[in-house]
Structure formats: structure tokens, C-alpha cells
């Protein structure tokens, strides 16, 4: 919290906590928890695409109206990089090779999703391109018809003026 008269942020208040969401891109909720004042967490998506992480404070209202305000961290790690290896040695009580072993592991699986969502993204290019190569045909196709369209109601226009002029 905010405090307005030594501008500084308080120590956090006992109770004030966090509610976090986190939506994959078709919508569906990957994780919905509820923190403390302090917390971490991880989730684990199989969509690729660009996820919402939704912030809720559960403090009261009033205190939002009356000017506080809350300070949050956010320290985004995608992939292998987002694991704590040493905590990981300690728990799983693994040798030094042994956890070089997973690290390289984890660099490969990252690797391969990397991969995977390359291609994702390249095929949903190649629609895209596919898809605005046809309209660009059925426009130029259009503009060609409504072209020879009106040329040659111009030429049987003229010709029936020319006619009624008696100049033909």
C-alpha cells in the first residue's frame, strides 16, 4: 500500500493479497488462484499464442477510492529459463551431472516447442497468404468483367446516339 504522507510504499498489510487468472488464447482459464501479499507462480500452456494474465486485488474498495495504491512485481520468464535449478538439485537430490543432464534436456524440449510453434505460425501465414492471393484474383477478375462491361455498353450508347444523329 501507498502511504500518501511519507510517499513511500508500506510493508504489506496482513490479508491484502492477490487473485490471479491466466487464460490460454482460446479463452480457456489455465490457472485461477489466490495469493497472499507475496507470491510466485508457474503454469504450463500446450497453446501457443499470446495468454492474458488477469491481476485482482482483494483489498476493499474504499481503499482504492480514497487515492491508495498497490505496488506489483512482475518477472516474466518464459521456458527453461522460468525453472530454479538449484532448488530443483536440492530436491530431487541430483548430482551435478545429473542436473546439467536436465538443464540440457529442458534447452532441448524448449527447443522443440519453439519449433512446433514456428511452424504453427508459419502455416497460419501461409493461409493468410493464401487467402488474400484469392481475393486479390476475384477483385482483378471483377474489375475486368465490370470493365469490359462498360465498355461495351459505352460502344452500343455511342453507337445509338451516332444513329439518332443520323451520322452513321
Known sequence: MWDKQKEVFLPSTPGLGMHVEVKDPEGKVVLSRQYG???RFTFTSHTPGDHQICLHSNSTR?????????????DIQV???????????AKDKLTELQL????????????????DYQRYREERFRLTSESTNQ???WWSITQTVILILTGIWQMRHLKSFFEAKKLV
Open 37 to 39: 501479499s507475496e507470491g
Open 62 to 74: 474504499m481503499v482504492l477510492f480514497t487515492g491508495g495504491r498497490l505496488r506489483v512485481h512482475l
Open 79 to 89: 521456458g527453461e529459463h522460468a525453472n530454479n535449478y538449484p532448488e530443483i538439485a
Open 100 to 115: 546439467r543432464a536436465r538443464q540440457l534436456l529442458d534447452q532441448v524440449e524448449q527447443i522443440q516447442k519453439e519449433q
Open 135 to 137: 481475393r486479390v484474383l
